[in-house]
Structures are given as structure tokens and as C-alpha cells.
């Protein structure tokens, strides 16, 4: 077996989705979950996944993003696998948790009824100027640290710390097996753990990476990843240069329109109030 044989990422959102949003990987899924949050294993009970399945022209569509959302037990679990770095991505993470948050709430329920909300974020770029490659945030008070309520809670994984920092944790097996590119990356993390659940999670990429239709999906993916960022810089070097062009605002309306931006990072951008940007950018 070559060991340098490139194989379909699983930081890929599709095939991270494939198999940590499939039912029948229950087990996997558990055992992942239970590790990244350093919860005793048998802890979780019951697991429901409300994103499963991917529209018919999800993948045609351009700069998508694909996150997972399940109930875990009485709490609401959602994780996004973000291989580029962008602008306030922290702030679109808060934002993210909050529309989760309450969107929990229906009519006539009450505030206590509001579930615990967890919003994990694996990344593939530095985010944090610190040599942790897991952060946790909650809503705490700043001095003597006591807790405003329990049901906040943000992790942040950076795969490009990972390697750097190993501390043996369970969670570190699983985010080297996610960080794998190669076939020898993957034996290695296959050899060296212990966890039984990331062996099972290994042999079922191997069998996705030997589907020539899930390679092609991967590819064609990637290759959006790819037109994605090249918009985005495309637009900040046509906005460092003339942010007054058409041409940019269309294209910055483009991704405000797909999610990518919100309107104030647009217009930021291009120097342009808020108003003036939507008005240029046919927004209003």
C-alpha cells in the first residue's frame, strides 16, 4: 500500500457529514462526541441527527457551508467543520450559537425550557494566538469567574495546532484521524490508538475513499473551497484598489447574499456605510 497516496479529506465538510452524520455509525459518532467534550464514555444516551441528508443540488450551489446538528440527550449539539480561514469568525460562530439558542424556543415556552446549546468548530487554520489547539468558551463573569448559565458552550479545535501540542487525549486521536491526507497519515493514527471507535472510523474512509463517487464529490468540493476563497480575495484586492467598482459590489453582494459575509463586513470592505453599500448593491 503506497503510503503516500493522497485520500479523500476528512476535513472535507461532505465526507466529515458522510460519516459522523450517519445514523449507522452510531457508535462512532458517540464515542467521537463523548471524547471531544471529555465526557465519561456511556454518557450519552441517546442521540438524534436532524441534518442528515444533503439537498439533491447542495454541492452545486456556490459557497455553501454544511454543519451538523443532532439533539444529544436533552442538549443541542451543533458542529462545523471549517477548512478556510475568514474575516470574524468568531463573531459568526456567537451568532450561529445564539440563532441555534433560541430558535429552541418555541410559543409559550418558557426560558427554563431553553436547551443547553454546544457549538463545536473544528478549524484548519490558527484562530487564537495561543499553542492550544482547544479552546472552550462560556458565559462567565469576568473576575470571579461563576457561571451566568450553564447552557453556553463554544469549542474550537485547530487541526494546525494539533501535532504541536500533544497532551495523549482521546481527542487528539480523533482530530489526527481528521487531519489525515495520506494513507501513511492514516495508518499511523489506525497503528497508534487505542480508541476502537476511531479503527472502526478509519476503515469506513477507507471504503468512502475507494467510492470513485465519493472522490468525485470530494473533488468537486474542494475545487468550490477553492472558488470561494479566490472570490473573497479577489473582492478584497478589487476593494483595496477601487472599492467603488461594480464589479466588486456585485461580487461582495454575491457573498452577502450566500451567508458568506453579513452586509456590515461587505461594505467595510469597499469603505461604504451600510446604507450605501445595500443601495449600490441593489440590498434594499
Known sequence: MDRNAKIIKLKLDIIFKRIFGDARNDEIIRAFIEDLLEMKRGTIQEIIIENVELPPDELDKKFSRLDLKMRVDNQIVNIEMQVKAEDDYGDRTLYYWAKIFSSE???GDEYSDLRKTICINIINFKLFDCKEYHSQFQALEKNRHEALSDKMDIHFFELKKIKKAPQNKPMEDWLNF??????????????TTQIQEVKKAVVVLRELNADEKVRREAYYREKRLHDEATALGHARREGEVAGMKKGTILTLAGLVKDGILTVADAAKRVNMSVSEFKSKAGLN
Do not use: R, Y
Not at 481528521?178 to 497503528?191: D, K, P, Q, R, S
Open 105 to 107: 424556543l418555541g410559543s
Open 178 to 191: 481528521i487531519n489525515a491526507e495520506t494513507e501513511g497519515e492514516l495508518m499511523e493514527v489506525e497503528t
